[in-house]
């Protein structure tokens, strides 16, 4: 059997499926690319959210521009604040402008129509201008805030709170708090919630003020609390119980019942004679809805001339308007003063 | 007859045949995407009017496509939608002027009703035209209204953490447009197109009153004044009663330095809707008390300032401070408007 050569047909066959193979990849492969990817700024956002949802910041701050940037804490923006429980439902440019990118996020029945800005730096890559949503509080009853797993209070300069800024992503909002197992959350996304141009900042207590309101198990735990101070207060044998939201105590004088002035106070009683009942007000702050008071016994002397024993009958009112109710860390309301009580005796 | 063929070299001509075939298919792509830029508009009249048509034929997508800025996101695109478009026929565009990148091109558009004419611009970047910022923007004051109503589509207003809040929303609620004939809330129909400087202000009345009004309204009002009387307070927030601290007992007995206050309603007063100014002067229905009702208000007090006892007095309610809003359901509300009245008891019989 001698050497087998190719025959001339098949030698032309195999050349010219070969020049199809190379020029059918030719023109299918960068129309392939170009559905899959879309267009360079539908890249930058499709790449930043899912290194979002990899949890991945080193990777997604390379698509994130500085240059808007707000004055904002930052702590909130680590793998251990950010949520991954979302996915992208489209990514892309709905008019002729390669500026702005239109998104949609879902996450378990809820869904989030935004968008992002972007330009390009020095070199040329292009950047999101407006990468997070700033969260906004004023301090009062969300000093702590806990937002998806993570809990802190909330930064302040000089006092005043620090705006969070949040990578986008759904999280549910104060967990811990009793009523609120799958209750509040927010779905974050430039757009979402107002104008997206140069950043968004949305307003916390506006947005948790009737989730708090509505939730019965907070007014309880409200008004369980108050009550247990009050029990705790009342042991007290002095005019004016130390943080406590009542008060006898004068300054011109051992103890004021709202009438008369007395010197030489013993055995004082303190009773509560109701407790107060009290709500959230559409601002976060406790409102009253039925007034407490508190009952005072004892002896004083009083006049100025006759300096006579008496017996001290007295009742004062409970001071809700000194008293601040925050959420702390661990989900539990607390009640504590704003300032020194003063004599709130009538 | 058998083939004398060998298999391999039938199956490789078969595969060349498919091949062949998909080079085809994939080569035909080619004159499509001709014939498709054959087919863009390319001039400033032409885009106008492929953007015009897609608004009119309520196709959104290609509509945006022609857009030169970003298109407006969550909230403000919601009246962005094929329910706020109206009918309405494209009557003529044509270019009015011409620079090397900003054109200006003139529609007119027209129902039964009439015609109206508005200059839009246009740039041109690498022979590309697209059109700068079309959309229409409405700044509504629509304080009678727990939504917004564009044509046939009505999104309810997003809940508020206060009636204040809520109000001064509504006092200026924005919303975007796309060039078109809109009504806002049933009223009379306004043309809007065009590129637009600033916004445009339209101020929506109140609902006239209808048939079950008088009925809606009491109801509303009672409801009010009943949450209003659980708050055992001098003075309830937002509520027609208080006192300023100073009353007249049955017995006419001025007490002073009220204490442990709790509201009591006899009688509710009797309300009607009149039209009025809100606190943005736009035109608002206050509710008016035609029969001021009856509370009575228990409490302690001193009469001699040393003596603290307790005491009944009849109050009545004040009106000017509530006014009514339409819910998205249609049904009546009662909300509070302005500041509150400072004493309603003292002078009451």
């Given amino acids: ?346 | 007859m058998p083939t004398t063929e060998d298999l391999p070299t039938r199956t490789r001509r078969e595969g060349l045949r498919v091949g062949w075939l998909a080079l085809f298919a994939v080569l035909s792509l080619i004159p499509l995407n001709v014939w498709h830029h054959v087919r863009e508009p390319d001039s400033p009249e032409e885009v106008v009017a492929a953007f015009m048509e897609a608004v009119r034929d309520k196709d959104l997508d290609e509509a945006f496509g022609y857009v030169d800025s970003g298109i407006p996101a969550g909230p403000d695109a919601d009246f962005l939608h094929p329910d706020a478009i109206s009918e309405w026929d494209l009557l003529e565009v044509y270019e009015i002027a011409g620079m090397k990148w900003e054109n200006l091109v003139r529609v007119t558009i027209g129902t039964e009703d009439g015609t109206a004419s508005g200059v839009f611009k246009v740039y041109e970047f690498e022979g590309e035209y697209t059109i700068a910022d079309p959309f229409q923007s409405v700044s509504l004051t629509a304080t009678s209204y727990l939504s917004v109503q564009v044509n046939d589509r009505v999104v309810a207003a997003e809940p508020d953490s206060n009636w204040i809040n809520w109000y001064s929303g509504q006092v200026r609620r924005t919303v975007e447009l796309l060039p078109g004939v809109y009504s806002f809330f049933g009223g009379e129909p306004v043309a809007l197109l065009g590129y637009q400087e600033e916004p445009i202000g339209v101020v929506v009345p109140p609902p006239a009153p209808g048939g079950d009004t008088a009925v809606q309204l009491q109801a509303a009002v009672n409801e009010y004044l009943d949450a209003c009387v659980e708050y055992r307070v001098e003075a309830p927030t937002g509520c027609p009663f208080a006192t300023d601290g100073q009353v007249d007992t049955s017995d006419r007995v001025r007490m002073d330095r009220v204490e442990d206050a709790a509201w009591t309603i006899e009688e509710y007063p009797v309300a009607t809707a009149v039209p009025g100014t809100g606190l943005y002067e736009e035109p608002v229905l206050l509710v008016e008390f035609t029969e001021p009702g009856r509370l009575t208000l228990e409490g302690t007090g001193t009469a001699d300032f040393d003596t603290r006892e307790t005491f009944t007095a009849a109050c009545r309610f004040g009106g000017g401070l509530l006014h009514l809003v339409t819910d998205v359901d249609g049904s009546l509300r009662v909300a509070p408007l302005g500041t509150a009245v400072d004493d309603t008891c003292r002078g009451t019989e």
């Fill in chain 1, 1 to 346: 059997m001698g050497i087998v050569k190719w025959a001339r047909p098949r030698r032309w066959s195999i050349l010219a499926e070969a020049v199809l193979l190379v020029a059918t990849a030719l023109v299918v492969w960068p129309l392939a690319v170009q559905v899959e990817e879309g267009p360079e700024p539908v890249r930058v956002v499709t790449a930043y959210l899912e290194a979002l949802r990899d949890k991945d910041v080193e990777r997604a701050e390379e698509y994130v521009s500085e240059d808007y940037a707000f004055d904002a804490d930052r702590s909130w923006l680590t793998p251990e604040a950010m949520s991954a429980d979302w996915e992208i439902e489209s990514v892309e440019l709905k008019s002729a402008s390669e500026t702005t990118v239109h998104v949609t996020l879902t996450s378990a029945g809820h869904r989030a129509d935004g968008a992002f800005n972007l330009e390009s730096d020095d070199e040329d890559n292009l950047l999101i201008t407006n990468p997070y949503v700033y969260l906004q509080t004023q301090g009062g009853i969300l000093s702590t805030v806990e937002i998806g797993e993570r809990s802190a209070e909330i930064a302040r300069v000089e006092g005043y709170p620090q705006a969070v800024a949040l990578y986008p992503g759904f999280y549910p909002l104060f967990a811990s708090v009793a009523g609120f197992e799958d209750g509040a959350s927010l779905f974050a996304l430039p757009g979402s919630h107002g104008p997206y141009y140069y950043g968004e900042t949305i307003d916390l207590d506006r947005l948790m003020s009737i989730p708090l309101r509505e939730n019965a198990a907070v007014e309880a735990a409200l008004n369980e609390q108050f009550a247990a101070w009050l029990d705790e207060c009342a042991e007290s044998a002095v005019a004016a119980p130390e943080g406590c939201p009542f008060s006898a105590g004068y300054d011109y004088a051992a103890l004021h019942d709202g009438m008369e002035d007395y010197e030489e106070v013993s055995d004082l009683d303190w009773t509560v004679g109701a407790y107060p009942v009290v709500r959230l007000s559409p601002e976060l702050r406790l409102e009253v809805v039925e007034p407490g008071w508190m009952g005072l016994s004892g002896k004083g002397i009083v006049g100025y001339e006759d300096r006579e024993e008496v017996a001290i009958d007295s009742r004062c009112g409970v001071d809700v308007g000194n008293v601040s109710a925050t959420i702390g860390t661990d989900g539990a309301v607390a009640l504590t003063l704003f300032d020194e009580t003063w004599n709130s005796c009538y």
